[in-house]
T-cell receptor, first 114, second 116 residues
Framework: NAGVTQTPKFQVLKTGQSMTLQCAQD?????MYWYRQDPGMGLRLIYY???????DKGEVPNGYNVSRLNKREFSLRLESAAPSQTSVYFC?????????????FGPGTRLTVL | KQEVTQIPAALSVPEGENLVLNCSFT??????LQWFRQDPGKGLTSLLL?????REQTSGRLNASLDKSSGRSTLYIAASQPGDSATYLC???????????????FGTGTRLQVTL
């Protein structure tokens, strides 16, 4: 049981390049999330998916797109990377509320945009 | 808008001390509150989850309490050890209607150092 996995662990991009961050969970959770973590700002929600086939914007969605590929996988895409997107990105999934609603996080992707 | 505050931002204690970390939130209509630990350069590890109907949860040397009406939670760490050094984050989940993904709002964390 790997929990929440993310790839890649590290990435350096040049301004204007695109990339996709991958996330998968093996806990059969319906809900999945993408956060970014910046010094002094805490974790901020980028996008989330309540269930397979649905996605919604979070607090800071500009410059990002997401795809809920299936129940296990939720990807985050940067179409044209900007230095302001330098951050650590975390994927998470959560239990159904009837089961407690505990949220579990992946190890993160450290992205630098030059 | 829910705001979550953690005080202090940083704390250094000698090994063996008992300590309390504080978390406060502005909207008391929460579904649950979760405490996490984050080691440098790592992801978040869930420590304790308290439902809005509960007053406290315990796991080993950790005890988390919740006072929903006053918008406060505390994380008590007994007999601290150097291995407890990490950043501790609290996060609250608001009550949201059935069928929607309810989102977590995070505090900015307390960075704890336990010295020998």
């Amino acid at each position: 049981n790997a929990g929440v996995t993310q790839t890649p662990k590290f990435q350096v991009l040049k301004t204007g390049q695109s990339m996709t961050l991958q996330c998968a969970q093996d806990m059969n959770h319906n809900s999945m999330y993408w956060y970014r973590q910046d010094p002094g700002m805490g974790l901020r929600l980028i996008y989330y998916s309540a269930s397979e086939g649905t996605t919604d914007k979070g607090e800071v969605p500009n410059g990002y797109n997401v795809s809920r590929l299936n129940k296990r996988e939720f990807s985050l895409r940067l179409e044209s990377a900007a230095p302001s997107q330098t951050s650590v990105y975390f994927c998470a999934s959560s239990e159904a509320l009837r089961d407690g609603g505990e949220q579990f996080f992946g190890p993160g992707t450290r992205l630098t945009v030059l | 808008k829910q705001e979550v505050t953690q005080i202090p931002a940083a704390l250094s204690v000698p090994e063996g001390e008992n300590l309390v970390l504080n978390c406060s939130f502005t909207d008391s209509a929460i579904y649950n509150l979760q405490w996490f630990r984050q080691d440098p350069g790592k992801g978040l590890t869930s420590l304790l989850l308290i439902q809005s109907s509960q007053r406290e949860q315990t796991s080993g040397r950790l005890n988390a309490s919740l006072d929903k009406s006053s918008g406060r939670s505390t994380l008590y760490i007994a007999a601290s050890q150097p291995g407890d050094s990490a950043t501790y984050l609290c996060a609250v989940r608001l009550e949201i209607g059935t069928g929607t993904a309810s989102k977590l709002t995070f505090g900015t964390g307390t960075r704890l150092q336990v010295t020998l």
